[in-house]
């Protein structure tokens, strides 16, 4: 077991979007083997697809509004790649991911450096100590110039960088890379295909003539300056900075065209840590320890449309995984057989016997399963840390068109809430004919109107509301909160959660001072109370 553990490598790709983060996944897919033609993102000629955009509306839009899943091997090492969705409003999904993985591959775009988006992945990175490594993308289109990216990393970010390879060429026609490590010049054919195959590439000696012949001599005085440069006043490399997300390997290339992409999955695989330990309430628990412990951190319904199922994912944390094994279900107090267990590329699926820490696992799920979960051996009894729970900062109202589809509604917004990306709530009086629901992103509402049409045929009526600040309420004294309890209670909506906890959803934060100033001994809190 110990030799399978150090074969795995699971990681999530993170960035702002477009910067090419699906596009990285699938050329990692093909340089692995695990496919042989890459689909475009976005591309008219081929009407392909990304390999890890499974959802009709993610291949209409050209963006990714769900994590993937993705696992093959490839020298030697088992890998485990969560693609991340990359819009804000989709962020919750991104942060639960982030809590099963080892490591993070951040992705910068060449021409627009850092964004905004990708300095809330990377705190989030930064706070739990996951290492990062950096693939700054789209070489083969105008940008910056290398060392104002590698500044821009430690300006904005405050992580400082060692550039595994560093581009050959000037702006926008960069020909190969220079390999640090290995003292080598890697240059590359001309791309044909549109990066759907591998690219062809030589290697070379740094003093070798073929390479001043090949790429001229302005071109070569000026790598020799800048690797002079990197040399005298750049980063040193530190293995243990490294591991402990203080120093980011870096790396150029281009998903679009292949370059450069087989130089950083080998390097990755040769840096890149394998399954840490997490903490539990027993301690730490070391990915060697026999007894078998996993998490879920997320589930998805209707993976399979024509099965409607049900599938929730888990990180393997400890122990060997055996299909049909019994284990211990920390929500429920039970114990539970976990049959039919799956492994993916994308929403191709086959079902395993067995797997180690590190891998990601899916189990058909009857209902059972909620995000954070906690599956042990159970002879070995514990809990997980628990999983942040972020605030839904958009409201709406949703009913279905047609009110003979109520049962089908129900069900639809019922099992997309289990998935963690909406939030429901039930307005005080309004029975069951409509529902609030929550979200962080306005475009999450887009995802369930379309979700519910497409996959349980229901239609829906979806009002706005003017609400942008939701508390969870509960009295000092423990006296249960109601709208004729509250004093100003009509200055927004009274609602309850799934589980019957009192909320209100108020426009602005001054309304939140209001209703705090007159009700002295209410308690307020941005997500539910803990018990």
């Known amino acids: 077991m110990f030799d399978e553990i150090k074969k795995r ?12 983060k699906t596009t990285l996944t699938e050329k990692l897919l093909l340089y692995g083997g695990a496919i042989h033609l890459a689909g475009s993102i976005k591309s008219r000629k081929t009407q392909r697809h990304a390999v890890s955009d499974w959802m009709e509306i993610e291949k209409q839009r050209g963006i990714s509004v769900t994590s993937s899943v993705l696992q093959f091997d490839y020298a030697g090492c088992r890998i485990n790649i969560l ?8 962020s919750e999904d991104t942060y639960r991911t982030l809590m ?11 021409a ?11 705190k989030v990175c930064r706070s739990r100590r996951i290492p990062i490594f950096t693939f700054i993308n789209k070489l083969d289109r105008y940008g910056k110039a290398p060392l104002d990216l590698t500044d821009e990393l430690e300006d904005v970010l405050g992580i400082r960088s ?46 070798d003539p073929e390479v001043i012949k090949r ?20 980063e040193n490399f530190d293995k243990e900075k490294v591991d402990a997300g203080e120093l980011t390997p870096t790396f150029f290339g281009s998903a679009g065209t292949n370059f450069g992409v087989q130089n950083f999955l080998e390097e990755y695989l040769r840096l890149a840590p394998p399954p840490a330990p997490h903490i539990s309430s027993d301690g730490i628990i070391e990915p060697e320890d026999e007894k078998f412990s996993a998490f879920v951190f997320k589930i998805q319904a209707n993976m399979n449309p024509a099965h409607r199922d049900r599938l929730a994912f888990i990180r393997i944390c400890s122990g060997k995984f055996e299909r049909n094994m019994n284990v211990w279900h920390a929500a429920s107090d039970k114990i539970i057989k976990l049959s039919q267990p799956q492994q ?42 628990d999983f942040p729970i972020f605030p839904p900062e958009k409201f709406a109202r949703v009913q279905p068109k047609d009110t003979m589809k109520r049962k089908q509604f129900a069900k639809g917004i019922e099992q997309l809430t289990q998935e963690g ?30 979700r519910l049409k497409s996959e349980y045929g229901v239609d829906i009526i979806l009002t706005m509301l003017g609400f942008e600040v939701a508390r969870w309420l509960k009295f000092e004294d423990g006296t249960k909160v109601t709208p004729t309890s509250l004093r100003g209670a009509d200055r927004g909506m009274f609602v309850f959660d799934r589980n019957e906890n009192p909320v209100l959803l108020v426009e602005n934060e001054w309304s939140l001072g209001w209703i705090t100033d007159n009700n002295p001994k209410l308690l307020m809190n941005p997500v539910p109370f803990e018990d």
């Open 9 to 20: 490598r699971t990681f999530a790709i993170i960035s702002h979007p477009d910067a090419g």
């Open 83 to 90: 693609d991340t969705p990359g819009h804000q409003d989709f």
């Open 100 to 110: 099963a993985v080892d490591s993070a591959v951040m992705i910068i775009d060449a």
């Open 112 to 122: 627009k450096g850092v964004e905004a988006q990708t300095k809330k992945l990377f």
């Open 162 to 207: 060692y550039p595994m390879n560093w581009p050959v060429g000037i702006d926008g026609k960069y020909l190969g890379v220079f390999d640090r490590r290995k003292n080598k010049i890697e240059l590359f054919a001309e791309d044909t295909t549109h990066g759907q195959v591998e690219r062809v590439s030589e290697i070379f000696e740094p003093d």
């Open 215 to 234: 790429i001229g001599k302005e071109n070569f005085d000026a790598l020799q300056d800048d690797l002079m440069l990197l040399d005298e006043a750049g």
């Open 344 to 385: 993916f590329l994308a929403q191709e699926r086959q079902i395993i016997e067995e797997a180690f820490p590190g891998d990601i696992v899916g189990l058909f799920d009857p209902g059972i399963f909620g995000i954070g979960d906690t599956l042990t051996d159970p002879a070995h009894k514990f809990k997980f840390e």
């Open 421 to 450: 990306a909406i939030q429901l709530f039930n307005q005080v009086g309004a029975g069951t004919e409509s529902y609030i629901v929550g979200t962080v992103g306005t475009l999450q509402f887009e995802v369930l109107q379309y």
